[in-house]
């Protein structure tokens, strides 16, 4: 009788042993997840997020900010940002500060696609996992997921709109931003959209994503441009640089483009009496919904795609008040 017990009790303690095995052995592809994502979820402890985008000032940045602190912080969870203010070097340095603060995952937003990769080396070594938003970091290797807009065709629809206005074509300014992938994917939908369609492009320069700067070379180009017929924007506070610069010129026939949709924007174009003309629109609450559910997929185990594209489309002065003019749509 003492053999038999003793046999019964090593061979369950040989089952249990072969089923830690298979389980440590789950590869993460499959929808593994961390010990530490197990042991919080089974003791009811909350995550702690962190956040960082390129300007924390652009109010498409502030609405994604909102929307995913309200949705996080719904579940109980914590979100701690950041504002590099365009300077991928500070925004390194803060990636770091945050990783020290046992972070359970980010929402990033590179300043720079190259220039951020010592952040995401330092993300893989402390095994924080990575939702990136809006602007694809150069290697979408070290990232969970990736979700944005449909970059190129915001800027592919301005450039097809202006085609169809300007149907004789006429010379054109281009502010765009080489650092940032997400203007530089509208930069190029907009100019394959008018490519052969007798435009020149007479000036084409980087605005870095920022009104001031925008309206400061806007300024300068314009006194030896002013038979230009448009000017495009790689986001809408570079539009509407363009547009103050414009207004102080006493330009009255350009054309100005933009891209995102914003409040202001809206609100200017829906004025009846503007240069701006229309902007690629997105949805930064769209965008800020889909990396929280991405987010919390991944702390989940559960299997996430490479990438979650979100739609853009056109707005003009004809169906503005279509979207609305408070807010985002």
Not at 233 to 255: E, I, R
Not at 282 to 295: C, F, L, R, T
Request: proline fraction near 3%; hydrophobic fraction near 40%.
């Amino acid at each position: 009788m003492k053999k038999r017990i003793l046999s019964v009790l090593l061979a369950g303690a040989l089952a249990g042993t072969m089923i830690v095995g298979c389980s440590n052995g789950e590869s993460k592809n499959e929808g593994s997840k961390s010990e530490s994502a197990e042991s919080k979820e089974d003791s009811g402890e909350h995550y702690k997020f962190a956040y960082t985008c390129m300007d924390g000032t652009n109010p498409f940045f502030v609405t994604i900010e909102d929307e995913i602190r309200k949705q996080v912080e719904a579940n109980g969870d914590e979100l701690i940002s950041t504002d590099p203010a365009n300077d991928v070097s500070l925004q390194i340095t803060q990636v770091e500060d945050m990783i020290s603060q046992n972070i359970d995952g980010i929402f990033l937003n590179p300043a720079e696609a190259e220039g951020i990769m010592p952040a995401l080396d330092a993300l893989k070594s402390a095994e924080v996992p990575i939702v990136n938003f809006d602007t694809e970091v150069a290697d979408l290797s070290y990232v969970a997921s990736y979700t944005g807009s449909d970059n190129y065709n915001a800027g592919k629809v301005c450039g097809e709109d202006l085609v169809k206005k300007c149907p004789d074509g006429g010379k054109i300014i281009v502010l765009d931003s080489p650092t940032m992938n997400s203007v530089t994917d509208r930069t190029n939908g907009f100019l394959e959209a008018i490519e052969g369609k007798g435009f020149e492009i007479v000036a084409q320069q980087d605005a870095k994503g920022n009104l001031e700067v925008a309206m400061g070379i806007a300024e300068d180009l314009l006194q030896g441009n002013r038979d230009i017929v448009a000017i495009f924007g790689g986001n809408d506070p570079t539009a509407l640089g363009a547009l103050a610069a414009a207004n102080a010129a006493g330009l009255k026939d350009v054309k100005i483009y933009g891209v995102d949709g914003s409040p202001d924007f809206k609100t200017e174009l829906a004025s009846g009496d503007s240069l701006l003309e229309g902007t690629g629109a997105q949805s930064p609450i769209a965008i800020a919904q889909k990396s929280v559910e991405i987010m919390y997929k991944v702390m989940k185990g559960e299997k996430v795609d490479d990438r979650y594209p979100v739609e853009t489309f056109l707005i003009t002065a004809d169906d503005v008040e279509d979207y609305g003019i408070d807010g985002w749509q």
